[in-house]
């Protein structure tokens, strides 16, 4: 390997670890902690090196799929068309390209192209059938999204019976979103409620419906602007821009305000337009996306692996403006890494007022050469977290020096006095005392949070304040606590006294007991294991049975021992082939790996992390204490063995068409209960194609690749 390439594939690896994890923040946790700018930035960076170097484009690229993963505990909707995304672009340039390139692949033809606002908020696909509201499902993976449909029907504005006569099929997609003003009010009112504030209106948009229970949705103003279709039967649309009077015909809210153009000109002059009035909507805007209007254009132009080649967003660039840099304090994280915060002189940004913003860490002050008292460029887009895009060197004071954060911190921890440790790993200092009770607050936080064991009312300050009474040491004291002690808690001051009350500790105790019966994954996720987040700790809950499987695993041990044994080939071999028969590894087929590689569910690094972890005194006491306290969470999947003996186990399925007398999600559900899979298109690796009738591309497809096709007769004997 070339010396570039080598450096290539280093960088490439580090950002898709960096992507993945912002990926798992924003789908997975909905709570972001870079803007979508910075996202964007390493995503390009990453497009651009596997462009330069074709050979490094692995499968497990975040640049070969299209979006988050669907949450576990909803049910599984399979879109009937892919719910793809579109390209990004900040310049007004590659606008005219865009322009340009249609122009050049359709000549000597007029394309008008529609403008309309790109609504900040969660991509939603709602089908209707006979006019009647059938399911509602978000975007998932593009393939398959998670069945909201209790949740968008409480939403008012999204009508549960189309008005006058309905399609057939219609299936509309848009944008759910929380409006401006109710954002701003429900963020206050959790504030009273000690509960963690929302980032931006769009993570509590999507908080809202990622929500199991409904009535959390139904108590947060969400609204709706649909923007097109997907599978449609019965109607006839040619044109894009008919589809805002069709709707509206029907009673689906949608865009008030799109323009048509047809030159490179009148699209410029739309966009412009729209970032003008823009501000007044009710709803969050980040851009504009262009489409071409005619269905039969849009046809002919197609698409690329990602993304339509009819259409794009462009996106407003975030504003901008000047402060002082005051000071920088460093907070400590549940892992008890340390993060430097701005503190500044406070300005109007986009609408609010900020006086904070995130610096990430050393080397990022280093590389922007961040120092105090310098006047810095902080950027907002919309509602989001505000970050420090640069200094203006001009105007920096003559004293100013560079900033030396070790010194800063004199060395130790700032909460705790503790000694303090760079890692590598996470280019960030870290706290080395379990004891600290940052960290034990952070943790306390974590361990509660959504998607860990969803005790929503110890969040923010209630789990200050458990630390700083010393109620709660540990997130296991929970469930030693009593309504009694919890009720009196006081999370305000002895002057301003505000009592958590009976009531507020009597349904948070109901929550805490709640947790004792989730499974393992949730668990595994909520004890903060350093580098286990959700995906990991579900695939971990996939191969153990219980925790004490996991902190003492055969499976772990072997993945670090397979990287270890780098010279003996035999012994590599072995633990190789244990492995895969496990179902723990595969074999590799990427080029980058040695010749007969595996590519193991996780890696050495998370090995070694959870490992580490149950191995160390803290470790082993917090798995005494849960047999103690009777918590015994189980897996709640059957193991890869029992999976691996299913009767359609490896198996992959593509559905397409209608049967005759099965839907398709009972025919999904059937296979996924053999052990089987369920995938949305058609490829050399498909096992069958189930296929009714009126079956389209995909057929056809698998006519081509010569894949089996079977009906559902077949299909029952099958099964
Ligand atoms: S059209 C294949 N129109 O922005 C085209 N998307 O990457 C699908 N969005 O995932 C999208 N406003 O969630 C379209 N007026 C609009 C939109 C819009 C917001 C979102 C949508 C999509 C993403 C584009």
Redesign the pocket.
């Known amino acids: 390997m070339a010396k570039d390439e080598a450096q290539a594939a280093k960088r490439i690896a580090q950002l898709r670890q960096e992507i993945k994890e912002h990926d798992r923040r924003y789908y997975e946790e909905a709570a972001p902690t870079i803007s979508d700018r910075e996202y964007d930035r390493l995503y390009k960076e990453l497009v651009d090196l596997e462009a330069k170097f074709p050979d490094l484009v692995t499968p497990d690229s975040p640049t070969q799929r299209v979006g988050g993963k669907p949450l576990q505990a909803f049910a599984q909707i399979q879109h009937r068309a892919p719910m793809?995304?579109?390209d990004?672009t900040y310049s007004e340039d590659e606008v005219a390209n865009f322009y340009k390139r249609i122009t050049r692949l359709l000549p000597d033809e007029e394309i008008p192209v529609v403008i309309?606002?790109?609504?900040d908020g969660v991509?939603v696909s709602v089908m209707y059938e006979n006019g009647r509201l059938k399911y509602a499902a978000t975007?998932g993976d593009g393939l398959v999204g998670d069945d909201i449909t209790q949740n968008i029907k409480t939403i008012r504005s999204v009508p549960q019976q189309l008005r006058g006569s309905a399609p057939k099929v219609f299936e509309v997609r848009g944008?759910a979103y929380l409006d401006k003003n109710g954002f701003k009010k429900l963020n206050k009112e959790r504030e009273a409620a000690g509960l963690p504030l929302f980032a931006n209106p769009r993570n509590a948009a999507a908080g809202s419906l990622k929500h199991l229970d409904p009535k959390i949705a139904a108590q947060r103003p969400l609204g709706m602007v649909f923007?097109?279709t997907g599978a449609v039967e019965g109607v006839d649309v040619d044109l894009h821009s008919k589809i805002f009077p069709l709707f509206k015909k029907l009673g689906l809210p949608t865009h008030e305000n799109w323009w048509l153009a047809d030159s490179v000109e009148k699209v410029l002059d739309a966009i412009r337009e729209l970032d003008r009035i823009r501000h007044d909507f009710p709803y969050e805007t980040d851009g504009a996306?262009i489409k071409v209007d005619a269905l039969a254009q849009r046809e002919r132009l197609g698409f690329t692996a990602k993304?339509?080649r009819w259409?794009i967003?462009y996106k407003y660039a975030a504003e901008r403006v000047e402060t002082k840099l005051l000071d920088i304090i460093v907070q400590v994280g549940r892992t008890g890494i340390l993060t430097p915060v701005a503190m500044l002189e406070p300005v109007v940004v986009s609408g609010s007022t900020v006086s904070r913003a995130t610096l990430h860490n050393e080397d990022e002050i280093k590389r922007k050469d961040i120092r105090i008292g310098d006047t810095v460029v902080i950027e907002k887009a919309g509602e989001v977290i505000p970050a420090v895009v640069e200094v203006v060197k001009s105007k920096r004071p003559r004293n100013a020096k560079p900033f030396d954060f070790l010194k800063h911190i004199h060395g130790k921890c700032p909460v705790c006095g503790g000694e303090v440790r760079r890692d590598p790993q996470f280019v960030a200092w870290r706290c080395e005392n379990l004891q600290c009770p940052a960290q034990a607050t952070r943790r306390l936080e974590f361990f509660a949070a959504r998607g860990a064991l969803d005790i929503e009312s110890v969040g923010g300050i209630v789990a200050d304040k458990l630390v700083e009474r010393g109620l709660v040491r540990e997130p296991l004291d929970l469930f030693e606590l009593k309504v009694e002690q919890l009720g009196k808690l006081n999370l305000g001051t002895e002057e301003n006294p505000r009592i958590f009350g009976e009531k507020n500790a009597t349904k948070a105790i109901q929550a805490i007991e709640r947790a004792r019966t989730f499974p393992l994954s949730r668990w595994l996720y909520a004890l903060a294991i350093p580098d286990v987040g959700k995906t990991t700790a579900t695939d971990l809950a996939r191969f153990h049975q219980t925790i004490e499987e996991v902190a003492s695993s055969k499976l772990l041990r072997d993945v670090l021992a397979y990287h270890e044994t780098k010279g003996d080939k035999e012994a590599t071999k072995e633990i190789a082939e244990r492995l895969i028969k496990s179902g723990f590894a595969q074999p590799s087929k990427s080029k980058i790996d040695k010749q007969g590689g595996i590519v193991t569910e996780v890696g050495p690094v998370v090995a070694k992390s959870v490992l580490d972890f149950f191995g160390s005194s803290a470790g082993k006491k917090m798995l005494q204490r849960m047999k103690q306290l009777g918590v015994r969470p189980k897996s709640e999947k059957v193991s890869a063995k029992k999976m691996a003996e299913l009767p359609l186990a490896g198996k992959t399925f593509v559905l397409t068409g209608t049967l005759p007398s099965m839907t398709r999600e009972e025919a999904s559900a059937k296979i996924e209960a053999l052990g089987g899979h369920v995938s949305g298109s058609v490829s050399k690796k498909t096992d069958y194609v189930l296929a009714g009738a009126e079956a389209g591309s995909k057929l056809e497809k698998a006519k081509e690749l010569g894949v089996p096709i079977i009906d559902e007769p077949t299909f029952r004997k099958m099964v």
């Open positions: 793809l995304s579109l990004n309309e606002p790109k609504v991509a975007r944008e923007y097109g996306v993304s339509p259409a967003a």
